[in-house]
Every structure is written in C-alpha cells, then in structure tokens.
C-alpha cells in the first residue's frame, strides 16, 4: 500500500499525449536523424522495465525526441534524468515535461557523440567498479545512424573506465537494429557472430531483451529493432588494452568464411607472415582450421595473449596494418611503378 503510493507520488500528472505533443509542435519525422518515434508507453513501459529498478535513480536518455521514453522513466521513479537531444524542433515540448515533473528532469540541446556524460552527474553516485552497479543507468531509443558508432565508443569507454563508466558499472538499455542486436549477443557458432559479439562479450554479459516490431514506431522504419541491456563485467574476459583486442578481433573477422589463420596472417608484414601465425596459433592452442565464427572468449583470448607476447618481443608488430600495406601496394601498382620491399613503397 505504502509502495503505491510512493509509486504514484512519481506518477506525471495529465499531460498532453505524445500524439498530441507531435502534432501540436508540429513534429515531423527527420530521416536525416533517423527519427522513428515511440508512442506507445506500454512499449516504452516495458522496455524501461529492462533498467531494473528506478527509483531515485539517476539516468541519462539519448534522442529522447517527442518524449514517449522520457515519460516511462520519469513514471518508473528517476529522481534526476538528462535528455541529450540534437533536434532543437524537441526542445519545447521536452520542457512541457520538465515542468510537469519539477527538478527531475534537465535537458541538454546537444550530440550524444560529444556530449560529456562523465561531467552530467554528481561524482557522490558513483560506485566502485567491484561493487554492484551505481544507481545510474543509460537509457535510449537510439538513431539507427549513431547507434554502432556510439555502442563501439561506450565499449571502449567501458574497458577504459571513462565516459559513462567514471560512475562505477554503468548499465546501458538501448535499441539497436534487430539485425544489430543479434549480432550484440551472438554465442558461438552462430551466424551473427561477429567482432561487435567478441567486443561486446568479453566485457559484459549482454542481454538481447526483446524486439519490437518496425510497425510500432512512427514513420515505421524498414526493420525491427532489438532491446538490449548491458552490465559490464567486474573482470574483462581479456585483459589487453581495447585497441589490441579490436585489432586481433577486426583482423581474425575480416575472412568470416575462411579459417581463422588466414585472418590472424594479417596481422603480419608479408616477411614473416607464414613462420609468425604458425608461432601464434601454437603458443595460443588454437586450432587454424576453426571459423571466426567458431571462436570462443577463451580462444579470442589465448589469441590475444599470444599476439601481445610476440609484440613484446618485436614492438614494431603493434603499428604493422595489413589493410595500409595493401593501399600502399595498389598505389604503386596503378602508378606502374617498380616497389621497393624494403620500404614497402
Ligand atoms: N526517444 C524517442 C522515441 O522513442 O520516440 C525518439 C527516438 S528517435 C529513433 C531518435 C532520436 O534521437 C530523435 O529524437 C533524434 O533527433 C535524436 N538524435 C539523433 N541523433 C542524435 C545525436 N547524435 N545526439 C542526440 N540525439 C540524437
């Protein structure tokens, strides 16, 4: 009894619907922005729900656009919510709400790329990082156009510890490409396995919620769009630094359909290709006949070790990219020009 009635006393008094806000400012549709709105808050209801528990949280919304999202987390208990808009035509209607929910809710006018989330909130939530997850949560119906640029940068603010992550495990609760979000949560042998699922897997456990049908949005976009939640893990499952695992993981991916030794071979200068992936694959106990595909955590990781150790004994490794060596090689080709290998140019 008492519950519901704190529930209630977060509850938004009556406002104009969100069908009503859009045609009132009205607010249509930028495909520029890939601007697909929710209206339905038993849709936004539920996916708030996957947050977990919001009461007196703090919580940051990416793209909260007409505000549908926003509702569901102010009525789920948030004591502070931040909205990162890029659309100013937003702005209005998002203060209707402010107001409706006095000093809960702040609304910053700008780009989620950019944006400091590390500077929006009080250092005092923070937790650390061995702890349980602060009472801070990120929560977003992300633009298609952002959302595997800004998904990558978290992952690596994630592994660094900044960005949203200077407040302790941060849990992140965005909306991907249904496509996207498959390939988030891919286990192994699966066909979305891909470098987004090593990524995002070897640094938290990654849950894909539920989809919601492109008709529930409005313009409905092309596809389905998937929820999914991420906790970061206590211990990453590979402790390299994020630019070394991406390199081994970008590099073992580039030939999906091959086995892996023909990626990892990239990962050399032509001179030592065959002899140094022979020297990795044995030291990492990897079978090279595996697909990408087929690669658990744990071999990803062997991988990696493998990689860093030979790096340590050659540092010149780390800065060698296949993918440069190739260019260099096609220009010169065009340019019908006799190469020198010793430069490689
Ligand atoms: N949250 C709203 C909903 O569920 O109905 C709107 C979702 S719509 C898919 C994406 C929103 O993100 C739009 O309001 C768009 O203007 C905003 N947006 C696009 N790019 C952005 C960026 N880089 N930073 C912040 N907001 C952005």
Redesign the pocket.
Known sequence: MAASRNLASFRLPPLPT?GELIKLYNLRA?KQ???????DLKL?DKIVRQSGNLRQAHVC??????????RSILNAGAADLLV????AR?IPGLKLLSEAAPGRLRIVH????T?RIDRGFPAHISKRWEEDPPNFHII???????STPLIIKWLENMANRTGPFVYGRTQLTLTFQKEVAERLTASTGSKQRSRLSIMAQYLSTVRNCFTIPGRA?VPKPEVDVGVVHFTPLVQPQIQHPFKLVEKVVRNIFQFRRKHCHRGIEKLFPEACRIELTQEMMQKADVDPTLRPAELTIPHIRALVDAYAHLCTHEPSLLSYEFREELGVKQLARKRNAPMDTATGM
Request: aromatic share 14%.
């Open positions: 969100v930028e922005l890939s601007q697909n709105f929710l209206l936004t919304e990416v793209g909260p656009g007409p505000g549908g999202l926003t990162v808009e890029k659309d937003f700008g780009d989620i790329l944006y977003g119906n992300l633009p298609f156009s952002v949005f």
